[in-house]
């Protein structure tokens, strides 16, 4: 069945500095989505990406898609301590299947 | 901001007892969703349901497992003969066009605790 993988699996870093995690998929999809999940609490949306290549910006937060919509990214400028929980990519390939991936925890020390 | 809300926060069952998970999608919602996510992992598709009835489904989603749309407000997931390794935070999500176009809203979720 189809697979994504995240790395890293865990990430602290010092408040200001940058931030990236990777998606990986084992097969093309259709799209894919990020989500954010603080401690304690449920996924959140924050954003889809559709076309090959594509790149999207939210404030410090910069999502690309691969041009084989097989791996995408997520970066974090400047971190914050807001920025704390873990980052799911969500690979959708077919109609209404979605795969989240393993995840990133990302801890902010201030 | 409408919320998909989800009851009870948390389930204490006995194993091999059935339990039922319920939720209320966001009204306007057609497509519905079950998660699971045992703790510290990641978020595991379960199924998926539209026009009252499956449209997708994941391995493990097996015969244990069921859905139900009983009403035009609740969405309901039900295992028969509960398991230790059902253990998890089980989230229902909702959207209003199928996830190939529209982000899901998910829930707070239920703990089902199996002893």
């Known amino acids: 069945g189809q697979q994504v993988m995240q790395i890293p699996q865990y990430q602290h870093v010092q408040e200001g500095e940058d931030f990236t995690t990777y998606c990986n998929s084992s097969?093309?999809?259709?799209?894919i989505q990020w989500y954010k999940q603080r401690p304690g609490g449920h996924p959140v949306f924050l954003i889809q990406l559709v076309k090959s290549g594509e790149v999207k910006k939210q404030k410090r937060l910069t999502f690309q898609f691969g041009e084989a919509k097989k791996n995408s990214s997520l970066h974090i400028t400047a971190t914050q301590t807001t920025d704390v929980g873990t980052y799911f990519c969500?690979?959708?390939?077919?109609?209404?299947?979605?795969?989240f991936g393993t995840g990133t925890k990302l801890q902010v020390i201030p | 901001e409408p919320e998909v809300t989800q009851t009870p926060s948390h389930q204490v069952t006995q194993m091999g007892q059935e339990v039922i998970l319920r939720c209320v999608p966001i009204?306007?919602?057609?497509?519905f969703y079950w998660y699971r996510q045992i703790l510290g992992q990641k978020v595991e598709f379960l199924v998926s349901?539209?026009?009252?009835?499956?449209?997708?489904k994941s391995e493990i989603f097996d015969d244990q497992f069921s859905v139900e749309r009983p009403d035009g407000s609740n969405f309901t997931l039900k295992i028969r003969s509960t398991k230790l390794e059902d253990s998890a935070m089980y989230f229902c999500?909702?959207?209003?066009?199928?996830?190939?176009?529209?982000?899901?809203?998910f829930g707070d979720g239920t703990r089902l605790s199996i002893l």
């Open positions: 969500a690979g959708v390939r077919g109609y209404q299947k979605v795969t």
């Open positions: 349901f539209y026009n009252n009835e499956i449209s997708e």
């Open positions: 009204s306007n919602h057609l497509y």
């Open positions: 097969t093309t999809l259709s799209n």
């Open positions: 999500a909702s959207s209003d066009l199928g996830s190939s176009n529209q982000p899901q809203h």
